[in-house]
Each structure stands twice: as C-alpha cells, then as structure tokens.
C-alpha cells in the first residue's frame, strides 16, 4: 500500500478538465509544501509536470497546474489532450525522504 | 539534452546479488544528488536510496538499508546500485533520477527509462 493515496483511474472528453487527487497525512503533504507530480508513459521516462505544489517547469504546458489543501494535494488537467493519457504520480516530501502515491490512469476517451 | 541510462538489470535468484548502472550525461554530474527509485509489478513508486553531490551521504528506505549501496563515479558521471540477498519484493523496475530542491531534496527533474531487476527462483 502506498504513501499517499490517489484515485486509481480517471477519465475525461479531449478539451475537458479533470482533477487528480492526491492524500495524505500532516506528516507528509500536509506538512511541507513539497509535492510533486510525474507524468508516465508505460516503457519510458517519467516526466516531472509539477514541483512545490505549483510550479512547472520548463516546456510543461500551463494546462497543467498543482494546488494544496490541508492534506491532498490536485493536479489539474484543462482542455484535456490524447498526448495526455498516461499514469500520473504524486509525490511529497516526508521528513527524511519523499513518498509517491499509487498513482492514477487517465483515459482520454 | 540530459540523459540518464540505466542497465545491469536481470534475473536472479532470491539471496543472490545484482549491480546496477546509470549513465548520466548532458549535465554537471558533480553538481547533482542522484537517487534510485523503483516500481514493482502493478505498483506505485518507490523511492529507494540517493547520495549527495560528492557521495559523503547515503541515504535508504527503511526495506534495503544494509542490503543495498548507491555509490556514484563523478569521474565516469556514473551512478551505481549494488543489491545484496535479493528477495522476490524487490522485483521492480529500477530508475535512476536526479533529485532537486532548493533546501531539500524533494523532487525528481530528470528520469532514466529504467531496468527491470527481477527476483525469481
């Protein structure tokens, strides 16, 4: 079981939003804000979407956004794109090391 | 263009040993600290152990302290993962990641496609 908790799957329309949740604990999301978002690809490289709750980096869309209440942690997703299905993880920082969630597939139907 | 390649993965048995590689480039190795994260079959991530810029610090998750050892090579721009008295839950697939943080070491900006190390009689 992981960490943090999230959704196993979600779904939506191209052009779309969708929120991805992501919970956890005061000792962990709640507690700093250090949570991150991964995009995956099954068979390569997970891309790094989201960093300190809401920033982006370089070259990530602004379709793309992060934001923190109390304990869970959303990646929101707008204007939803078929280059957008894949697994998503978050990930937030515990004290001495970092946790991931069990991450969540996005189908765009 | 950072790059980080990853090999050395395989079968092998329970209680036996494995070494892992990645290959960094298109960055200053020295400047980064590198960690392994991992992913079993049908699971999330796992983070697993990193080391600091210069290898002074080593750090892992509570389930391979004394069994695992990251080690890095800035003059090869190497990193390594050693696995001792493998067992069937450490079957995964292995990432080598570049860890980021401006006070600590929270986030992961660059990742390799992975390895996958599998534990099996």
């Known amino acids: 079981q992981s960490a943090l908790t999230q959704p196993r799957s979600v779904s939506g329309s191209p052009g779309q939003s969708v929120t991805i949740s992501c919970t956890g604990t005061?000792?962990?999301?709640?507690?700093?804000?250090?949570v991150s978002w991964y995009q995956h690809h099954p068979g390569k490289a997970p891309k790094l979407m989201i960093y300190?709750?809401?920033k982006r980096p370089s070259g990530v869309p602004d379709r793309f956004s992060g934001s923190k209440s109390g304990n869970t942690a959303s990646l929101t997703i707008s204007g939803l794109q078929t280059e957008d299905e894949a697994d998503y993880y978050c990930?937030?920082?515990?004290?001495?090391?970092?946790?991931f969630g069990g991450g969540t597939k996005l189908t765009v139907l | 263009e950072v790059q980080l390649v990853e090999s050395g993965g395989g079968l092998v048995q329970p209680g036996g040993s494995l070494r892992l590689s990645c290959a960094a480039s298109?960055?200053?190795?020295?400047?980064?600290?590198m960690n392994w994260v991992r992913q079993a079959p049908g699971k999330g991530l796992e983070w697993v152990a990193n080391?600091?810029?210069?290898?002074?610090?080593?750090y892992y998750v509570d389930s391979v302290r004394g069994r695992f050892t990251i080690s890095r090579d800035s003059a090869k721009n190497s990193l390594s993962l050693q696995m001792n008295r493998l067992r069937a839950e450490d079957t995964a697939v292995y990432y080598c990641?570049?860890?980021?943080?401006?006070?600590?070491?929270?986030?992961?900006?660059?990742w390799g496609q992975g390895t996958l190390v599998t534990v099996s009689s």
């Open positions: 300190d709750v809401t």
């Open positions: 005061s000792s962990d999301v709640g507690g700093y804000n250090y």
């Open positions: 990641a570049r860890g980021r943080g401006a006070i600590v070491i929270n986030y992961f900006d660059y």
């Open positions: 298109g960055f200053s190795f020295s400047n980064y600290w």
């Open positions: 990930c937030s920082y515990a004290g001495s090391h970092v946790v």
């Open positions: 080391i600091k810029l210069d290898g002074t610090e080593k």
